[in-house]
């Protein structure tokens, strides 16, 4: 029977809405540490605009996409 290993296994409080997982987004030497939550039906993953320009990412010169949410 195949069995499954992990390098690293990550606990996240039941009573919180939703997993959170910790994430580090990276840009040559630059970092920024975050709490992400996971969702597992997504086809994409948003950050807050502030995560991209600490990494001195230029945010305008990036692809336009516009994204719905349920609460518009």
Sequence with gaps: ????EFSRVHSYPSTLDG???PVVLKCGDDAVHLL???DTGASH???ERRHGELLGLDIESG???VFGTATG
């Design 45 to 47: 993953c948003l950050f």
């Design 19 to 21: 997993i959170s997982v």
């Design 63 to 65: 692809d336009h996409r």
């Design 36 to 38: 992400g939550y996971l």
């Design 1 to 4: 029977m195949a069995r499954l």
